[in-house]
C-alpha cells in the first residue's frame, strides 16, 4: 500500500513538472523598454581653442608692452620748453693772483711791450718785445750768480739771485754788463737787449722760487 502510494506520488510530479516547462515555453517573454536618451544631434558640439600648458615645462616670458610714441604735439612742447629754459649766467673769476710771498715784490726788467705770457709750459716766463740795444735791467736787488751763453736756447744769460729762494733770469741779451759775484741794484742795467738763440729781438725773462718757474705777474709793483 505504501509502495503504490510513493509511485502515484512520483507519477503526480513528474506530471506536474512536464505541464510547468510546456507553460514556460509557450509563454512569450514581454518586451524589454528601452530606457535610453536619445542624442540630440541638431546643434553640433563646438569645443573652445584651449592651449595646454605643461606645468612641468619652463614658462615662457611675456614682454612688456611697448611704450606709445609721443605725439607731434607733445615733441613740439618738449623742444619749446627746452629751448626756453635760459641757461644759468656765469660767473666771472674775482680771485686775485696768487702771490706766494707777499714780502717780496720786483721791478719789470723792461719798458717794452710783452710779446708772450707765462703759461707754465712752453713759456716758464714773460717775453718782452723790444729792439735790439734797449736796456735790460735788474728786478731786485741781488747777486749775479751767472753771467754767460753756455745754457743752450737761452743764449746770452744773466741770472741773479735775490735770497735763498728766489732768483731772475734774463736771456738772449746782444750784451750782459755784469759778471758772475756781481752785486746788482733795483733798476740797475744788466744787459742789452738782443736776439741771441732767438728768432726775434726780445728779453725773455723769468722768475723762479726754489729753482721753480712761477709767474711774475703777481709780484709787480710797477
Known amino acids: 500500500m505504501r509502495l503504490n502510494l ?3 506520488i512520483l507519477v503526480f510530479c513528474s ?19 528601452d530606457q535610453s536618451t536619445p542624442v540630440n544631434n541638431s546643434k553640433p558640439v563646438v569645443i573652445p581653442n584651449w592651449s595646454v600648458v605643461n606645468s612641468d615645462s619652463k614658462s615662457t616670458p611675456v614682454p612688456a608692452p611697448a611704450k606709445p610714441k609721443p605725439t607731434t604735439s607733445q615733441t613740439k612742447a618738449a623742444t619749446e620748453k627746452s629751448s626756453s629754459e635760459k641757461p644759468a649766467p656765469k660767473v ?8 706766494a710771498d707777499p714780502g717780496f715784490r720786483i721791478g719789470k726788467p ?7 705770457s ?21 728786478a731786485a736787488d741781488g747777486k749775479v750768480i751767472f753771467s754767460g751763453n753756455s745754457l743752450r736756447s737761452y743764449g746770452n744769460l744773466v741770472i ?37 738763440e732767438s728768432e726775434s729781438v726780445k728779453l725773455h725773462f723769468e722768475l723762479r722760487k726754489d729753482s721753480k718757474p712761477i709767474d711774475p705777474l703777481g709780484y709787480f709793483d710797477n
Do not use: W
Not at 110 to 116: D, H, W
Not at 118 to 138: E, H, I, L, Q, T
Open 92 to 99: 666771472a673769476d674775482t680771485t686775485p693772483a696768487v702771490v
Open 118 to 138: 707765462f703759461n707754465g709750459s712752453s713759456n716758464k716766463g714773460v717775453d718782452y718785445a723790444g729792439k735790439m740795444g734797449d736796456p735790460v735791467n735788474a
Open 110 to 116: 723792461s719798458s717794452a711791450p710783452v710779446g708772450e
Open 160 to 196: 741773479v739771485k735775490h735770497n735763498n729762494s728766489y732768483i731772475t733770469i734774463y736771456a738772449h741779451n746782444s750784451k750782459n754788463l755784469v759778471k758772475e759775484g756781481d752785486t746788482v741794484k733795483r733798476g740797475q742795467k744788466i744787459a742789452e737787449m738782443g736776439n741771441t
Open 15 to 33: 506530471f506536474g513538472i512536464t505541464l510547468l516547462i510546456t507553460a514556460c515555453g509557450s509563454v512569450t517573454p514581454a518586451p524589454i523598454k
Open 6 to 8: 510513493s509511485k502515484t
